[in-house]
């Protein structure tokens, strides 16, 4: 319950942050958000014995023209598909993620390897937060994807290309990724968003915010579990799960 509170928090605390920043440079933005609800955060878990430890992994993604911004905290992931090929743009705080970035294990091992939950960020788990910062140019025909592990430890990436190839809307393809995660076990909840960033529906710049459930503290938190929400569509910007400023085709699938 704390991790959950700690999500739901995170998110809000940085949608208020980020609304009153009347700054221009995407990146101070979005660490300024980041970086209050690290402290908000971890205040309120070091003051109350029942939230000790409590944190959440945090994908932020804003869109500007055919410039991706994205910053993550944590082991929940943000994707680029193009081209029939998904390139995975953020980088895991895990201990297995940085066991493959050393090449200590393959890649495919650490789906399955026992300490793959072990992440070593997390919103408010410490007193100051880094956070990693990304820069993606997006081509036409290109879809993002923002998820939790709750997809990707379950659901090969070979397999998530596939359902991305396929034909219908992107509510569609949400759908059949969380059907599969399901299938193969769904040990986790599952949140996927998925964002078609040149459909004729997208009318105005975008900021996306994920976050996902952390319980432990310290280094090796323990993110098994992934907080999924649903997402609740407004004219400026959403909470619980996502903030966006009407970015299109956005689906969030809860099941």
Known sequence: KAGEYASSQAIALAKREIASDTGSEPVQ?????ITAANKSIYE???????KYGMGTTMVVATLLEDHLCVANVGDSRLYVYRDGQLSQITQDHSVVGEMVRKGEMPKEEARSHPKRNLITRAVGAEAEVRVDFFDETLQAGDLVLMCTDGLT?????SEIE???AGSGQVAD???KLVDLANDHGGKDNITV???EPFSDEVEFVGLAVLGGVVHGHGAGLDGDA?????????????LHGALVH???????AVR
């Open 44 to 50: 309120e878990a070091t003051q109350d014995e029942d």
């Open 29 to 33: 933005i979005i660490n300024q958000g």
């Open 193 to 195: 968003i998925v964002i």
């Open 153 to 157: 430890s379950m659901v090969e990436e």
């Open 162 to 164: 596939e359902v991305l």
């Open 226 to 238: 992934a907080l999924t929400f649903d997402v609740h569509v407004v004219e400026d910007l959403v």
């Open 173 to 175: 393809k949400v759908a």
């Open 246 to 252: 009407a970015l299109g085709q956005l689906q969030n």
